[in-house]
């Protein structure tokens, strides 16, 4: 089980598009997934189409770790079987109250949290955690549950500058917390085809990060708010410009997982 945490410490990139989008891709690929909604807004837990029932968030969850039975209180994505897909895409469901732990001054007692709550499952193969935008405590709980980071930047000035303050980040946290946490890639998100200013800030991102720039970058797409709207997987949704957003997440997700080979193997079980 890989766990990959979406972060960015500014708001507005489309941090849970990108965690949408490659959960959309997973589920395509047959590949078990679950999205841990740790942002208070719960935006992910909205595009992924829950209702929120019985089970308790990850809130609750939180609060009472070895006690929460996570395989209970998780609740399938609609995607599913709007899709007519036998995949799974179960959501630890997000709510304001996780916004209790969302402070700067947790110890290392709060910060294994969500690894203990992530203890209690065997059945996925990727767990992507939605983390707000900033770096207090979920964000950090979320880090240390984790193997890798995903950092989200559009090609703006503010957003690449945030972009380098987060790696600083990740290397402290991994020093003083998480030895074995790694920068998984930064996705540049929303990018505008034909803009002078992407064009200068992807030139510029590429010289300060290198290979972690991941690609595909994924373009700006008018009508993601609408599929998001609809809680509806970009795959599942009509129309060119879906299917060519649904094809760059495809490729993002297998970069993130080691390479085509991988994901192409699970399309074929």
Not at 126 to 138: A, E, H, I, Q, R
Request: glycine share 10%; charged share 20%.
């Amino acid at each position: 089980m890989q766990v990959v945490s979406i972060s960015s410490l500014k708001g507005g990139v489309g941090k849970t598009s990108v965690t949408t989008g490659l959960a959309s891709a997973a589920l395509a690929a047959g590949i078990p997934t679950l999205v841990v909604d740790l942002d208070p807004h719960a935006d992910a837990t909205t595009a992924l189409g829950v209702q929120p029932g019985s089970q308790l968030d990850i809130g609750r969850m939180l609060k009472s770790p070895r006690k929460a039975r996570l395989p209970e209180n998780v609740a399938g994505s609609s995607w599913v079987s709007n899709g007519s897909s036998d995949g799974k895409l179960d959501v630890a469901v997000g709510s304001a109250f996780t916004g209790i732990y969302d402070r700067p001054d947790l110890g290392r007692r709060d910060l294994r949290r969500l690894s203990a709550v992530l203890a209690g499952t065997t059945s996925y193969e990727l767990v992507l955690v939605d983390c707000p935008p900033s770096l207090n405590g979920l964000t950090r709980m979320a880090w240390s549950a984790s193997d890798r980071v995903v950092l989200v930047a559009e090609p703006g000035l503010f957003s690449v500058a945030g972009t380098e303050r987060t790696m600083r980040a990740i290397q402290l946290f991994r020093q003083e917390f998480a030895p074995n946490l790694a920068p998984a890639g930064i996705v540049a998100n929303r990018v505008r085809t034909g803009s002078s200013e992407h064009a200068f800030r992807l030139a510029e991102m590429e010289s300060m990060f290198g290979e972690l720039l991941l690609s595909p970058h994924i373009p700006e797409q008018a009508n993601w708010q609408q599929i998001q709207g609809a809680a509806h997987s970009v795959h599942h949704w009509p129309g060119d410009s879906a299917k060519n957003s649904a094809k760059l997440f495809d490729d993002l997700l297998q970069n993130l997982l080691g390479g085509k080979s991988a994901v192409r193997d699970r399309r074929q079980r």
